[in-house]
């Protein structure tokens, strides 16, 4: 098969001369990142310069630094961010500087050629590389990118929410896009991070039940699920789920199980939990081979998706769910931190105290 080379890149930025602070991944191996002094990119004409006003925590940052996820450094990381547009190139028609945007950085690079990207579908583009970890992202303070990456967000929407787009994007492939929630329906979502809760306060806007099920490691995060609007929140470490599933089912099942806890008892749980002719997402990644009981697939005739991050259709359709305030995306940012704060907000993260931590420059 003969690779196609990218024909979609970000714009080429000269440095300005001017130098900003960025957190790095800086060579190969685990930890090797650093707050560090980068060149400040200038615009050229096909970019649009955006001064980044947050950033989210995903657990690919996580990844990276823990040299568990593939990465090119030295990269900057970070890839769910919101801000201004400073300045625009010439070459630029659509958006104009003080626009307020969210920022897809997920298509950095593709090949804009092959069927994949040409359907929307760019996740699944052989040279993709994202902003974060194959080309520079946006833990830092300005950033350039191409035009077809900027989103404006609606007037009131805040930047907090703009940062949220990123992983927003993802329940809402997973929930409205592949489960087809019905009002009355009754969800469960197992593992209660932030697309997981993300996914719970889709579902419950649907008019969906819905119950979020967690360890005891999870009780800072089950605690927000609380306050999210779900019916439920399970510690399974305290309680029989597959109890409460029966029982707030009636014995039938959940109509709609999302797993995104990326662990082979909730996935097993799951499979359980769900009803006949039923539908599974798995939306968790679990990194290695797992088993499961497969043959409730079969006997139970479920409807089992995969759901890997989003298209450009998920895209607009969640700038218009943000833009209506159909959720509120603030309710999952528990922190808000400093850049030079980030070795605390990675802790925050991986021990599972907090769910979206939103970082942001110390020069701004």
């Avoid at 560090?36 to 989210?56: M, Y």
């Avoid at 950085?105 to 040279?127: I, P, W």
């Avoid at 797993?259 to 097993?268: K, L, N, P, T």
């Avoid at 991050?309 to 607009?316: A, M, P």
Wanted: aromatic share 6%; hydrophobic share 40%; with cysteine.
């Amino acid at each position: 098969m003969t690779t196609l080379e990218p024909a979609i890149t970000l714009p080429r930025c000269a440095p300005s001369g001017r130098t900003m602070k960025a957190l790095m991944k800086t060579r190969a191996g685990v930890g090797n990142v650093e707050l560090v002094d980068v060149p400040e990119p200038a615009c050229p004409s096909d970019g649009v310069k955006v001064d980044v006003r947050f950033t989210g925590i995903c657990g690919t940052d996580l990844h990276v630094y823990h040299d568990r996820f593939r990465s090119y450094p030295p990269v900057i990381l970070g890839h769910e961010f919101s801000g201004v547009v400073v300045e625009t190139g010439a070459a630029i028609r659509t958006v104009e500087p003080g626009a307020r945007v969210a920022v897809l950085g997920s298509t950095a690079v593709s090949c804009g050629r092959c069927e994949h990207c040409r359907q929307g579908y760019y996740m699944f583009c052989t040279v993709r590389r994202g902003m974060g970890h194959g080309v520079s992202g946006s833990f830092t303070r300005y950033v350039v990118v191409r035009e077809d990456q900027v989103y404006p967000l609606p007037g009131d929407v805040s930047f907090e929410e703009g940062a949220v787009c990123e992983p927003f994007a993802s329940a809402v492939q997973a929930v409205d896009e592949l489960a087809a929630p019905q009002a009355g329906d009754v969800a469960l979502v197992s593992g209660p991070g932030p697309i997981g809760l993300l996914c719970a306060m889709l579902l419950a806007a649907r008019g969906c039940r819905v119950l979020v099920a967690g360890t005891g490691e999870d009780r800072a995060r089950l605690d927000v699920a609380g306050r999210i609007g779900v019916d439920r929140a399970i510690d399974v470490s305290r309680e029989d789920l597959a109890a409460v599933v029966d029982e707030a089912t009636g014995g039938r099942g959940a109509d709609i199980v999302v797993e995104a806890a990326g662990a082979a008892a909730s996935a097993a749980a799951c499979l359980h939990a769900a009803r006949s002719r039923g539908v599974y997402i798995q939306v968790g990644i679990h990194g290695r081979d797992i088993t499961l009981p497969i043959d409730l697939v079969l006997y139970k005739q479920l409807r089992w998706y995969g759901s890997l991050g989003h298209s450009l259709q998920t895209w607009d359709r969640v700038m218009r769910i943000v833009g209506q305030h159909r959720v509120d995306l603030r309710a999952v940012v528990t922190h808000t931190m400093p850049l030079s704060r980030w070795r605390e907000a990675f802790d925050l993260c991986e021990s599972k105290q907090a769910v979206k931590v939103l970082l942001h420059s110390d020069e701004a």
